[in-house]
């Protein structure tokens, strides 16, 4: 998960020599509506900043819904770069496909608002990548905190008029958001029917190099738990080769469980789904999509 090995084979994939970093992230940042794929007949839609009280303050998100009728609702976890204009574009997008999606800030413990800009700062760098690790801490490192978050958001979501209460909630996560949406389905399992894990890191801790404690909160140990119907868990290849493991002790855990589940490994980096992304795979992103919206037509609409 965003861990000193995928950032090496990340700059080993990536061809500094055609296009810097930095470049990347400033082309990327001008041309994201041409990197998202929009839905065939999308839905017109209204969306809004918005901020939700928790019981450790009040959480910063954006909200998109389309603009007539009520529809499943979605709660987006964002990678460790946090909410920007990237995942707002992607929540848009979403919500074009019939979905009322709320992004949060999963750092607003600390800080509110944009952590990181992808025009001006590279990941890479000492301080930057200093600085969002210790955001994350709070936020990854502490079960309790994703609970707190992840009532308060679904209780937010079922007092809006675009959503169906009716149905199921999904939840989708990138990076440190994929084991977010593994707790989130165990936290709130009444209401939360599917999900999906883009790039995900820590789904399932077994080394003997981790600690007991993070053994012991491990995301797959709750799959008991959930009441989910459809999830999707796509593996980028440099995550996989670190270890090969995960993939097969996730998907064991949710087929004990009863729950349908989808696992891939894509032919593409870490970090492969959001336009920002240096290593961002336009097919690659296109097809884990596409597989999302099946996993969400499966879990909430079918």
Known sequence: MC???????ND??????ALSR?????????????????????????????EIQTADGML???????????????????DIMGLRPAFRLMGKRLAESGYAVLTVNPFYRLQKGQVFDATTEKFSDAPVRTRLVGLMGPTVGNPENTKK?????????????????????????????????MRTMAFVPNRVKA????HGGGLAVTATTATEAQRTNSPH??????????????????????????KDTVKAAFTAKGIPVEVEVYPAQHGWCPPDSQVFDQVQADRAWGRLLATFQAGLKA
Request: net charge negative.
């Open 12 to 17: 080993e994939a990536f061809d500094v020599g």
């Open 221 to 246: 140990l709750l799959v008991p738990q959930m009441q989910s119907k459809a999830v999707l868990i796509a593996v980028a290849q440099n995550d996989d080769q670190q270890d090969p493991t995960v």
């Open 60 to 78: 910063d998100a954006h909200y998109a819904a389309p603009s007539s009728g009520k529809h499943p609702a979605v709660l987006v976890w964002p």
């Open 22 to 50: 930095r470049g990347f992230g400033a082309m990327s940042l001008a041309a994201l509506a041409a990197c998202t794929t929009s839905p065939e007949n999308p839905a017109t839609i209204v969306e809004r900043e918005v």
């Open 3 to 9: 861990d000193d090995l995928t950032e090496h084979s």
């Open 195 to 198: 999900g999906g894990s883009f």
């Open 149 to 181: 978050d992840a009532v308060a958001a679904v209780a937010w979501l079922d007092k809006q008029k675009e959503v169906d209460t009716s149905k199921g909630i999904g939840t989708t996560g990138y990076c440190m958001g994929g084991p977010l949406v």
